[in-house]
């Protein structure tokens, strides 16, 4: 494995796919970690860890869904001779107060900042594409998405940015050191505002409906989740109705020189790859 130098976990996922192929157009020899990958990766494994960092001098690190492990990864990598981390965490992740939501993130923040390493913490506000690659697909293809979030606004990220901005740290060693960007869409809009533009691009009557998060939680469950899993969802829109995240930040900018890319962009990209067809 000395052939590659920079590590992302999670290299199926969201994120870390897109990483990785930024990564690798670059000309950055990436090792690609996961749970089905040549050298898998399992945060409920420790054992097979050694194995993904070595020769790494940088990683690309998506925490696990419990808090703790990172903490013993990044004493690994120290001890492998890695120099530059970067955190996927959670967008204004210091404003949570006492919400049991995001605990996992806190805790790999606490790791990675308490490390010797260069490190730099990239916490995202809510994907766009939670709305054709995750929870709030099927609910759209089947012509409602209720939620429990009313007049909340959410200034959603299209991934592709929140994978250009991770992809741009981990090339330019040094120049991030020691900083959190807080990186969102351009423009803060409602949930019932997102599912109208989806509808519209997409040519067709698609409805939103603000329900309680009880209701939330039993549709999960309904649907297979976990009960605490289903718990730990509705908390975020908990927590997002404080109004804390609402407002649009210009880290994007910061980072990459440009603008972020606007929800209308995602939905027109998205809408035209056919993402919402019955």
């Given at each position: 494995?000395?052939?590659?130098?920079?590590?992302?976990?999670?290299?199926?996922?969201?994120?870390?796919?897109?990483?990785?192929?930024?990564?690798?157009?670059?000309?950055?020899?990436?090792?690609?970690?996961?749970?089905?990958?040549?050298?898998?990766?399992?945060?409920?494994?420790?054992?097979?860890?050694?194995?993904?960092?070595?020769?790494?001098?940088?990683?690309?690190?998506?925490?696990?869904?419990?808090?703790?492990?990172?903490?013993?990864?990044?004493?690994?990598?120290?001890?492998?001779?890695?120099?530059?981390?970067?955190?996927?965490?959670?967008?204004?992740?210091?404003?949570?107060?006492?919400?049991?939501?995001?605990?996992?993130?806190?805790?790999?923040?606490?790791?990675?900042?308490?490390?010797?390493?260069?490190?730099?913490?990239?916490?995202?506000?809510?994907?766009?594409?939670?709305?054709?690659?995750?929870?709030?697909?099927?609910?759209?293809?089947?012509?409602?998405?209720?939620?429990?979030?009313?007049a909340v606004s959410d200034p959603f990220i299209d991934v592709e940015d929140v994978a250009d901005v991770a992809?741009?740290?981990?090339?330019?060693?040094?120049?991030?050191?020691?900083?959190?960007?807080?990186?969102?869409?351009?423009?803060s809009i409602t949930f019932g505002e997102a599912t109208e533009l989806i509808g519209r691009a997409s040519g067709?009557?698609?409805?939103?409906?603000?329900?309680?998060?009880?209701?939330?939680?039993?549709?999960?469950?309904?649907q297979g989740f976990d009960e605490d899993a289903a718990h730990h969802v509705a908390e975020m829109f908990v927590?997002?109705?404080?109004?804390?995240?609402?407002?649009?930040?210009?880290?994007?900018?910061?980072?990459?020189?440009?603008?972020?890319?606007?929800?209308?962009?995602?939905?027109?990209?998205?809408?035209?790859?056919?993402?919402?067809?019955?």
């Amino acid at each position: 494995m000395s052939d590659a130098n920079t590590l992302v976990l999670g290299a199926t996922g969201k994120t870390g796919r897109r990483v990785a192929a930024r990564l690798r157009l670059r000309g950055t020899p990436v090792r690609s970690a996961s749970r089905t990958s040549a050298a898998p990766f399992d945060w409920s494994e420790p054992g097979g860890w050694d194995a993904v960092l070595r020769g790494a001098d940088a990683v690309y690190l998506v925490p696990p869904t419990v808090p703790g492990p990172v903490h013993e990864f990044v004493a690994r990598a120290e001890a492998a001779g890695v120099q530059r981390l970067v955190l996927l965490s959670g967008r204004g992740s210091d404003t949570w107060g006492d919400t049991t939501f995001g605990l996992d993130m806190r805790s790999a923040e606490d790791a990675v900042r308490g490390s010797a390493l260069e490190w730099t913490v990239v916490r995202p506000s809510n994907f766009a594409q939670n709305f054709d690659e995750d929870l709030f697909h099927a609910p759209l293809v089947a012509g409602e998405l209720a939620l429990p979030a009313g007049a909340v606004s959410d200034p959603f990220i299209d991934v592709e940015d929140v994978a250009d901005v991770a992809a741009g740290v981990l090339n330019e060693p040094g120049l991030h050191a020691g900083k959190t960007y807080d990186v969102t869409g351009p423009r803060s809009i409602t949930f019932g505002e997102a599912t109208e533009l989806i509808g519209r691009a997409s040519g067709r009557p698609i409805a939103y409906r603000q329900i309680s998060a009880d209701e939330y939680v039993a549709t999960l469950v309904d649907q297979g989740f976990d009960e605490d899993a289903a718990h730990h969802v509705a908390e975020m829109f908990v927590l997002m109705e404080r109004g804390l995240l609402a407002a649009p930040t210009e880290d994007v900018a910061e980072v990459l020189g440009r603008p972020a890319r606007t929800f209308e962009d995602y939905v027109v990209r998205v809408a035209a790859a056919g993402a919402w067809r019955p």
